[in-house]
């Protein structure tokens, strides 16, 4: 599409908004967000996403689901116009630029339970290859980690084969050279969150 024909997809939509957030659960089909969450993955006012999202919700377009009393939305991939959506969104046209959307990062996730967590590592294992791909050390007594992490498996998309311990159980492990950890750090890592110094 030349630039000269090429129009804004706000416009079509309706609003930069609209556009964005289309943008955003049509290229992520898998995946849901929460408001807050939304607003600074797509830079945009919350009363802005707020009245978007309840516009494209009365369309049918999103889905809405209460999980840990947060709501949560994603694309409704039922929806007729569904496959139409995602076939605009995910194709790299001149006038996606002007909606395009960054995609949420280890720090978007850390950021609810920063204040708990101790540390984080994060694997690149393949499919069908032994280990973890996510261990997280922090305090967990309230089960508040037990629920982020299920909330980060559901943003994923997938299972995660994940553990969690606690800060002192994980130093005495490392001291004491855990074969458990030590298959950890043979595989590869994608992600590391290490505030305290203690990995």
Excluded at 53 to 68: D, F, M, P, Q
């Amino acid at each position: 599409m030349s630039k000269e024909n090429a129009m804004p997809l706000e416009k079509l939509f309706g609003s930069k908004t609209r556009a964005k957030l289309l943008a955003l659960f049509f290229e992520n089909s898998d995946k849901s967000y929460y408001v807050r969450e939304i607003t600074r993955v797509i830079e945009e006012q919350i009363n802005s996403v707020r009245r978007e999202l309840t516009n494209l919700s009365a369309l049918g377009l999103v889905k809405i689901e209460n999980y840990e009393n947060k709501v949560y939305y994603s694309a409704n991939m039922k929806h007729p116009f569904a496959h139409a959506m995602t076939e605009i969104f995910s194709k790299k046209i001149d006038s996606v630029q002007d909606v395009e959307v960054k995609k949420p990062t280890w720090e978007d996730y850390i950021r609810p339970v920063s204040n708990i967590l101790s540390a984080l590592v994060v694997t690149n294992r393949l499919p069908g290859q032994d280990g973890l791909d996510m261990l997280i050390v922090g305090e967990d007594k309230t089960r508040k980690l037990t629920r982020w992490a299920e909330v980060v498996e559901k943003k994923q998309g997938k299972p995660l084969n994940y553990a969690i311990m606690s800060r002192d159980d994980y130093i005495y492990r490392k001291s004491v050279r855990d074969k458990f950890l030590a298959d950890l750090w043979a595989l590869k890592i994608s992600e590391k969150y290490d505030p305290e110094r203690i990995l």
